[in-house]
């Protein structure tokens, strides 16, 4: 009988994967919720594959994987996971996946998947990815992605050419797999010429100088550009492309995946490196369409993440100098360019808070909450800041707003230790001690359990 270990935060998931798997395949499952207990039952216990979750509390898929693999495990690996795309793919094959399954609307089939995934890394036939195998993985990862994908190897041929970029371009896949010579670039620049995914080992300069706008890049991730390109129809458009290198299990480079994009629609024109000068405004086509200086415009800007750029040196401001108002102002300048970013509301809120501007306060947390309703973070600190509220005016309005706001936060993250707390104190200071011992008693539950999980912070990637 073969041996899996499943790692996944889904009770439900894993019971229905335990009875699955024991009954069609003759496999015996061993669970764990979290990553941490995940790789405890591993330290002491061998399996002959591994089904892991990729989107996980505290610990997530990748940092399971990193940590796996440094002990010098080599236990293949499943990622499970409703969390798409062809990065996160990538991102679990390049740190030692053996493949990478989504989640959908058809758990049967879905199982079937893994079980077969499972008799093949049993069976030996990817006891070690070869190049070969690791392409095949590769491919099949693109023809399920949703975006517009292509692949290239090493010789910078054609590997990979998913519907959704057949739909782009117009061109099916039979006729530009394995087309090498830069044939892959005439469906967008209407010639042969050197892409994003050709660049993705240049420096920056290098890649402006081939006409992209480098919106971001990642060490070893993905590089991210805009450029102006021209359709099969002789007509101009605008395209938005993401490329990565992929490694096999070794860690050696065996291929390149692009992502592309249409934005013409959303963007008229792009000034490219070579049009722009660090003291040129841009094109006055650029600023009607874009609605720069305007509230909620700019999309040129989102594209080039300056509302991020604004963002983090508000967070920098206030997380590590306590310069509030100055970080106030940075957030500003960020909801200028976009006035949806959830996150930058809550930490204007906070800041306002800080300055004991109630008022203020709360209106940027009610826009937060409109914005995002469902975001733990965001209900948590408008929850704290009623509660402070509450408790410096004795007004019980203000604490049964903050009980009822942490009500949430704990019915989407049962096991935040800090949230049942709240939920104590609020009940105390309404004079319902004997009802608050419920909840207090559920915190220390959780920590004693060692499941407390803290709401994770979008500030926090900044001030690391």
């Given at each position: 009988?073969?041996?899996?270990?499943?790692?996944?935060?889904?009770?439900?998931?894993?019971e229905?994967?335990?009875e699955?798997f024991s009954r069609?395949g003759n496999?015996?499952?061993?669970?764990?919720?979290?990553?941490?207990?995940?790789l405890?039952?591993?330290?002491?216990?061998?399996?002959?594959?591994?089904i892991?979750?990729?989107d996980?509390?505290?610990?997530?898929?990748i940092?399971?994987?990193k940590?796996?693999r440094s002990?010098g495990d080599?236990?293949?690996v499943?990622?499970?996971?409703?969390?798409?795309?062809?990065?996160?793919?990538?991102?679990?094959?390049?740190?030692?996946?053996?493949?990478?399954?989504?989640?959908?609307?058809?758990?049967?089939?879905?199982m079937?998947?893994?079980?077969?995934?499972i008799?093949?890394?049993?069976d030996?036939?990817?006891?070690w990815?070869?190049t070969?195998?690791?392409?095949?993985i590769?491919?099949?990862t693109?023809?399920?992605?949703?975006?517009p994908?292509?692949?290239?190897?090493r010789?910078?041929?054609?590997?990979a050419?998913n519907?959704?970029i057949?739909?782009?371009?117009?061109?099916?896949?039979?006729?530009?797999?394995?087309?090498?010579?830069?044939a892959?670039?005439e469906p967008?620049?209407?010639?042969?010429?050197r892409m994003?995914?050709?660049l993705?080992f240049?420096?920056d300069?290098?890649?402006?100088?081939n006409r992209?706008l480098?919106?971001?890049?990642?060490?070893?991730g993905?590089?991210?550009?805009v450029?102006k390109?021209?359709?099969?129809?002789?007509?101009?458009?605008?395209?938005w492309?993401?490329?990565?290198?992929?490694?096999?299990?070794r860690?050696?480079?065996?291929?390149?995946?692009?992502?592309?994009?249409?934005?013409?629609?959303?963007v008229?024109?792009?000034?490219?490196?070579?049009?722009?000068?660090e003291?040129?405004s841009?094109?006055?086509?650029?600023?009607?369409?874009?609605?720069?200086?305007?509230?909620?415009g700019g999309?040129?800007?989102?594209?080039?993440?300056r509302?991020?750029s604004?963002?983090k040196?508000?967070?920098?401001?206030y997380?590590?100098?306590g310069?509030?108002?100055?970080a106030?102002a940075?957030?500003?300048?960020?909801?200028?360019?976009?006035s949806?970013?959830?996150?930058?509301?809550?930490?204007?809120?906070?800041?306002?808070?800080?300055?004991?501007?109630?008022?203020?306060?709360?209106?940027?947390?009610?826009?937060a909450?409109?914005?995002a309703?469902?975001?733990?973070e965001?209900?948590?600190?408008?929850?704290?800041?009623?509660?402070?509220?509450g408790i410096?005016?004795k007004?019980?309005?203000?604490?049964d707003?903050?009980?009822q706001t942490?009500?949430?936060?704990?019915?989407?993250?049962?096991?935040?230790?800090?949230a049942w707390?709240?939920?104590?104190?609020?009940l105390?200071?309404?004079?319902?001690?004997?009802?608050?011992?419920v909840?207090?008693?559920r915190?220390?539950?959780v920590?004693?359990?060692?499941?407390d999980?803290p709401?994770?912070r979008?500030?926090?990637?900044?001030?690391?």
């Amino acid at each position: 009988m073969l041996s899996v270990l499943v790692v996944d935060d889904e009770p439900a998931l894993l019971e229905a994967m335990r009875e699955y798997f024991s009954r069609i395949g003759n496999v015996q499952v061993r669970t764990a919720r979290t990553a941490h207990e995940g790789l405890s039952i591993l330290s002491s216990n061998k399996f002959d594959a591994i089904i892991l979750d990729y989107d996980m509390p505290e610990v997530d898929g990748i940092a399971f994987l990193k940590s796996l693999r440094s002990r010098g495990d080599t236990t293949p690996v499943i990622i499970f996971t409703g969390v798409g795309g062809e990065h996160a793919a990538i991102e679990s094959l390049n740190n030692g996946a053996d493949f990478f399954i989504k989640k959908g609307e058809h758990p049967d089939q879905e199982m079937h998947t893994i079980l077969d995934r499972i008799y093949q890394v049993v069976d030996g036939r990817i006891a070690w990815r070869s190049t070969g195998t690791a392409q095949t993985i590769l491919t099949n990862t693109l023809n399920f992605s949703s975006d517009p994908s292509f692949a290239i190897d090493r010789d910078g041929k054609v590997i990979a050419w998913n519907e959704a970029i057949e739909q782009l371009t117009g061109i099916p896949a039979s006729s530009m797999i394995k087309k090498g010579s830069l044939a892959y670039a005439e469906p967008f620049f209407g010639k042969k010429q050197r892409m994003l995914i050709d660049l993705v080992f240049e420096k920056d300069d290098d890649i402006q100088k081939n006409r992209y706008l480098i919106i971001s890049r990642e060490k070893k991730g993905p590089v991210i550009g805009v450029t102006k390109g021209v359709k099969s129809d002789g007509r101009p458009w605008t395209l938005w492309m993401k490329a990565m290198p992929f490694y096999d299990s070794r860690g050696n480079f065996i291929a390149s995946v692009a992502s592309v994009k249409d934005i013409t629609a959303t963007v008229k024109d792009v000034p490219l490196p070579e049009e722009v000068s660090e003291d040129a405004s841009p094109a006055p086509e650029v600023m009607a369409e874009s609605g720069a200086g305007k509230a909620g415009g700019g999309l040129l800007d989102r594209i080039l993440g300056r509302a991020i750029s604004h963002y983090k040196e508000g967070v920098l401001l206030y997380g590590r100098e306590g310069k509030y108002r100055e970080a106030i102002a940075a957030f500003d300048k960020a909801l200028e360019i976009d006035s949806k970013l959830s996150f930058v509301w809550n930490d204007r809120g906070i800041c306002y808070r800080e300055l004991g501007e109630f008022e203020e306060a709360l209106k940027s947390f009610l826009r937060a909450v409109e914005l995002a309703p469902d975001d733990v973070e965001v209900l948590y600190d408008m929850g704290e800041t009623l509660e402070k509220i509450g408790i410096q005016q004795k007004d019980t309005k203000y604490l049964d707003a903050a009980l009822q706001t942490f009500h949430m936060v704990v019915e989407k993250s049962a096991n935040n230790a800090s949230a049942w707390n709240h939920i104590g104190v609020c009940l105390i200071e309404m004079g319902r001690a004997e009802e608050s011992k419920v909840f207090f008693d559920r915190a220390r539950d959780v920590k004693i359990w060692k499941k407390d999980t803290p709401i994770a912070r979008k500030r926090d990637e900044y001030l690391k």
